[in-house]
């Protein structure tokens, strides 16, 4: 069956460093791989989105990379700031589909 | 405000009453989507609509009934519901499958 894995651990960081999530996935084949904020009680927020044909995007602090081959991606916030701390949501979509489907995220704490 | 506007923000239901979650959009989005998110469980898709049709149902049970009557609004018909129903339902919208808005979600409590 399709799975979404992303570290259920937060990852707790010194502020000023950066922070790096990992988002892999099995038995799918995602058209675009699309990286989301959450913070308690709230909807997410749409960071970043990234195509299967594309190896990186960046915006601003945030970078992202996709490895089609490995079935992965990475999520960097560089210069981290105890604002960025949040549940970071990684999801998925296939080119003949709408399903957008999310994995259960990684908390973030970055500490001042 | 991300253009995607969920009511109500809280609901508390009992079991044998019916109900109805509203959601609209107001973007020009052609998908909209209802999701489920349970304390400490992924967010789990729950319906998807493109163009006013339903393309997904994500197995759920017949005591939530979606309804799409245009492209900018839609809506969740609870009845029945237990318990382990109570989460927050969160609505999104997305043109084709660029990135999704979501709202602010209802917060349903099923006593």
């Known amino acids: 069956s399709q799975k979404i894995e992303q570290n259920s651990e937060a990852l707790n960081i010194q502020e000023g460093k950066t922070a790096t999530l990992t988002c892999n996935y099995t038995?799918?084949?995602?058209?675009?791989l699309q990286w989301y904020r959450q913070d308690p009680g709230r909807g997410p927020v749409f960071l970043l989105l990234?195509?299967?044909?594309?190896k990186e995007k960046r915006k601003e602090r945030l970078k992202v990379t996709f490895d089609t081959t490995l079935k992965q991606s990475l999520f960097h916030i560089t210069a981290s700031q105890p604002a960025d701390s949040a549940t970071y949501l990684c999801a998925l979509v296939g080119d003949s589909s709408y399903k957008l489907i999310f994995g259960s995220g990684t908390r973030l704490l970055v500490r001042p | 405000e991300t253009g995607v506007t969920q009511t109500p923000r809280h609901l508390v239901m009992g079991m044998t009453n019916k109900k109805s979650l509203k959601c609209e959009q107001h973007l020009g989005h052609n998908a909209m989507y209802w999701y489920k998110q349970s304390a400490k469980k992924p967010l789990e898709l729950m319906f998807v609509y493109n163009f006013k049709e339903q393309t997904e149902n994500n197995s759920v049970p017949s005591r939530f009934s979606p309804e799409c009557p245009n492209s900018s609004h839609l809506f969740l018909h609870l009845h029945t519901l237990q318990p382990e129903d109570s989460a927050l339902y969160l609505c999104?919208?997305?043109?084709?499958?660029?990135?999704?808005?979501f709202g602010q979600g209802t917060r349903l409590t099923v006593v």
């Open positions: 999104a919208s997305s043109q084709d499958r660029e990135e999704a808005f």
């Open positions: 990234i195509r299967e044909n594309e």
């Open positions: 038995n799918y084949s995602p058209a675009y």
